[in-house]
């Protein structure tokens, strides 16, 4: 919606629209005390796209560290031993 360019009534029509849209159904069915439950799904979705991050970065990290250790798996210079008597 904020990204659409629309005016600032055009937003508040909307959000009042869907305001009244969310009380009419919950009236029409009876469950008006449970209307907190309009707010758990974006709550879990912002919670999911949280954990993804927090994944994202652990494998991120361990990826390099990885690539650190690897770098340091041969600390000392190794020699051949072919020209060896």
């Known amino acids: ?11 508040r029509f909307v959000v009042v629209g869907f305001a009244v849209a969310v009380v009419a159904a919950y009236l029409v069915t009876g469950r008006l005390a449970q ?11 912002y919670g999911v796209v949280a954990l993804l991050y927090l994944l994202f970065l652990a494998g991120n990290g361990a990826v390099g560290l ?3 250790l690897r770098g340091r798996a041969f600390p000392v210079e190794v020699r ?4 060896r008597d």
């Not at 309009?38 to 879990?44: A, D, F, H, M, W």
């Not at 051949?80 to 020209?83: D, R």
């Open 1 to 11: 919606m904020h990204g659409l360019g629309w005016a600032k009534s055009t937003k």
């Open 35 to 45: 209307m907190h439950e309009v707010t758990r799904i974006p709550v879990l979705e």
């Open 66 to 68: 990885a690539r650190r």
């Open 80 to 83: 051949s031993i072919e020209g």
